[in-house]
């Protein structure tokens, strides 16, 4: 018998075309995030049933773009570094599912491939787009981690801006923001092939971090802007007021989420 190999696709006799490895997926990044607060109904909008608005300031959101290396267990990746460097820029916002508050990630963009399938099978609505943000650097005129310290964020899809953000250091932070600190209550969904039966996977999951280390975090503030475009919608999140900005540097471990609910099974 024949037998073919790969986490996931194109499966092949060896396994070694398939598009991403088997977790565990390790990730070091610089992360920047905005947090401001946008009208609850805009929220409301995108969080699908049995998800509510997070009991506490459920306007807030958080924008934020990553420069991320990642790898397998192997580390291979590392040594090839167009399999490991990408960037991302994605949208969070908070919701409530049986009391318990989650981040959930609404938008988000990604510059390489293997990275919008890592997403898809963890819940994140990834597409494609060009994600660019100021990386520090100890000499020449990059900025330093350090008060005063300015950093430029863009986000692009589809030949369209769609954000822009100026971020100040002002002093170092206990913590990198709030809107993205919980588990993320994200879907699972897929389309039947037969034409009009629905989906043939329904599933919300919880997804969080195996294992985290982080730099020292500082806060600032941010001057964003959000865009129109004809096939986005992020700028419906509009800015009602603006909350605080961070910077962190991170290492973080994914390995596996667990089933909240099936639209076969039922809740767990």
Known sequence: MTSVRGYFHPKTAT???SIAPAPPWHYSGDVLTVEYRTDPE???????HPLELAPEDPGAVALVWADWQSCSASRDELLDPVRAQYKEALAVVRCSYRGQVYSRCVYIW????????????????????SIHQTRPHPFGPAPRIEAGARFGATLAAADR????AVVTLRQPSPTGGFVNAHPMAHHRWLPSIEKGKGLALDELIESGTASFEAGQ????????ELFDS????LARLAVREPI??????????????RLLESNTSGAE
């Open 217 to 224: 975090a500082w806060a600032g503030d941010a001057d964003l």
């Open 42 to 48: 805009r929220v409301r909008e995108l969080l699908p």
């Open 15 to 17: 396994g070694e075309s």
């Open 161 to 164: 801006r769609l954000a822009q």
């Open 110 to 129: 990604v510059d390489k491939d293997f990275a919008v399938v890592r997403g898809f099978h963890q819940g994140y609505p990834k597409k494609l787009g």
């Open 244 to 257: 605080a900005a961070y910077y962190r540097q991170v290492g973080v471990v994914w390995d596996g989420g």
């Open 230 to 233: 004809p096939t986005e919608e």
